[in-house]
């Protein structure tokens, strides 16, 4: 089992506070995730977003972070929170990257920047030695992101989207850390 840092701590980057999520970013994540461009990228999260599932979800971060199955940031520009990146499923020394942002922070390079503080997190501090990443097929700017993290293309693969309501081809991605 990964021990992840206890008690979680924030990361700064340039412009960003990258800090653990807490149960009341449920609703601030729950405006964002109803952006259907936001949703559609995402494999997992229903459309229009459930406020009760969101909030369960959230509230269960700590307890995934204790445990050493996830750690999850609050991406925070300023005041606002405007996303979220993290590393979930962590097992056996790998996990999965993931990250979305608000709309409006779109093309700013916040993603890259939140992705590669993370990345480095799971290296240096969570011990992890492998990360997987995945991304929706109509998804180019996921993908020059994680070229750009040095993530190696491993293939395509056919996955149910919840938001989308259909089967969809994934680009699935690893790195060595």
Not at 24 to 46: G, H, K, Q, T, Y
Not at 87 to 103: F, K, M, N, P, V
């Amino acid at each position: 089992m990964t021990m992840l840092p206890c008690p979680p701590r924030a990361l700064r980057t340039e412009r960003l506070l990258l800090r653990p999520t807490c149960a009341s970013d449920a609703d601030r994540a729950f405006e964002i995730l109803n952006d259907w461009e936001v949703a559609r990228m995402l494999r997992l999260v229903p459309f229009p977003p459930d406020r009760h599932e969101n909030a369960k979800w959230f509230a269960d971060h700590q307890r995934e972070w204790e445990a050493g199955q996830a750690c999850r940031f609050s991406i925070v520009d300023g005041e606002k929170m405007i996303g979220l990146v993290d590393i979930d499923g962590i097992d056996r020394h790998e996990g999965t990257l993931g990250y979305w942002l608000d709309r409006a922070a779109w093309g700013c390079g916040y993603a890259l920047e939140a992705a590669h503080a993370v990345t480095r997190f799971a290296a240096e501090d969570a011990g992890l030695r492998k990360l997987k990443a995945s991304h929706a097929h109509d998804n180019p700017a996921s993908r020059r992101i994680l070229a750009r993290l040095g993530f190696v293309h491993l293939d395509i693969v056919e996955r149910f989207s919840r938001p989308r309501n259909e089967t969809i081809s994934q680009w699935r991605y690893v790195k060595a850390l």
